[in-house]
T-cell receptor, first 112, second 113 residues
Framework: ETGVTQTPRHLVMGMTNKKSLKCEQH?????MYWYKQSAKKPLELMFV???????ENNSVPSRFSPECPNSSHLFLHLHTLQPEDSALYLC???????????FGPGTRLTVT | AQSVTQLGSHVSVSEGALVLLRCNYS??????LFWYVQYPNQGLQLLLK??????LVKGINGFEAEFKKSETSFHLTKPSAHMSDAAEYFC???????????FGTGTSLTVIP
């Protein structure tokens, strides 16, 4: 695998389910990010991790819980989501000093 | 907070014609500016970035952008459109610490044969 990978690519879950999104980067980067992409809206930066430490949490509801066990892996744990949480969730990584983000293909999440 | 405005959610050009996608930003400090492209069912791919060096930035696939501080603009251009350029394009700005990134709403580019 190369670049940034995300699994699953598609996920349908009920409002009472618990699921997790996984992101893995194979680029040796030291920063990772979660974004939410909804139709007709700008990408929303949700969480930022630098060297495994969370440095930004942009007022994201607690039903979204990130986890970064090491600099190559990033998870987004989901529980009791709402239909408005349906979106494309993108993971990205970068080498902090370059500001160049490399994105994964995203997980298309549908909450029913 | 910073913001990014992309004028025109949809742009259509003929194959071989000039591509111009507009981006204006609001920032009280020198920003870092980016253009990304997104093809269907894929993540975003960096086209080019401005980080306070040369104001005319060249990117991949023949694209370039010019930073104009007086106009707070960072418009993306390509002299001759190709069918493969049809995609969604996003302008973004970052603070100097690289902890916050703000994206525009995107411009969908259609290339007409």
């Amino acid at each position: 695998e190369t670049g940034v990978t995300q699994t699953p690519r598609h996920l349908v879950m009920g409002m009472t389910n618990k699921k997790s999104l996984k992101c893995e980067q194979h680029l040796g980067h030291n920063a990772m990010y979660w974004y939410k992409q909804s139709a007709k809206k700008p990408l929303e930066l949700m969480f930022v991790y630098n060297f495994k430490e969370q440095t930004e949490n942009n007022s994201v509801p607690s039903r979204f819980s990130p986890e970064c066990p090491n600099s190559s892996h990033l998870f987004l744990h989901l529980h009791t989501l709402q239909p408005e949480d349906s979106a494309l969730y993108l993971c990205a990584s970068s080498q902090r000093q370059t500001y160049e983000q490399y994105f994964g293909p995203g997980t298309r999440l549908t909450v029913t | 907070a910073q913001s990014v405005t992309q004028l025109g959610s949809h742009v259509s050009v003929s194959e071989g014609a000039l591509v111009l996608l507009r981006c204006n930003y609001s920032s009280s400090v020198p920003p870092y500016l980016f253009w990304y492209v997104q093809y269907p069912n894929q993540g975003l791919q960096l086209l080019l970035k401005y980080t306070s060096a040369a104001t005319l930035v060249k990117g991949i696939n023949g694209f370039e952008a010019e930073f104009k501080k007086s106009e707070t603009s960072f418009h993306l251009t390509k002299p001759s459109a190709h069918m493969s350029d049809a995609a969604e394009y996003f302008c973004a700005v970052s603070d100097s610490g690289g902890n916050q990134f703000y994206f525009g709403t995107g411009t969908s580019l259609t290339v007409i044969p």
